[in-house]
Nanobody
């Protein structure tokens, strides 16, 4: 079973940047897809970005041009660089690698 441990997150002013990291362990095989989702109170968890082991990426329209997902396959680690943050980016961010989720980290963007 894959364990996902993330780091990063915190409080930042609008226009600022944050970087999230997530390392996967416990898998005896290579991990194909990894990604990030986020959730705000009262809303469903939504896709932020995903990336395959081959580097194919997919972004939510709301973050295109501002967020960049990347990964280090040798370390089974995925990153999310978040620039030009907006208050509506506030939420709990979860790392995802099917079928598991990380514990989540809070990102708060103040206006």
């Amino acid at each position: 079973q894959v364990q996902l441990v993330e780091s990063g997150g915190g409080l930042v002013q609008a226009g600022g940047s944050l970087r999230l990291s997530c390392s996967a362990s416990g898998s005896s095989s290579s991990i194909n897809v990894m990604g990030w989702y986020r959730q705000t109170p009262g809303k469903l968890r939504e896709l932020v970005a995903t990336i395959t082991s081959g580097g194919r990426t997919n972004y939510a329209d709301s973050v295109k041009g501002r967020f960049t997902i990347s990964r280090d396959n040798a370390k089974n680690t995925v990153y999310l660089q978040m620039n030009s943050l907006k208050p509506e980016d506030t939420g709990v961010y979860y790392c995802w690698s099917p079928p598991g989720w990380s514990q989540g980290t809070q990102v708060t963007v103040s206006s």
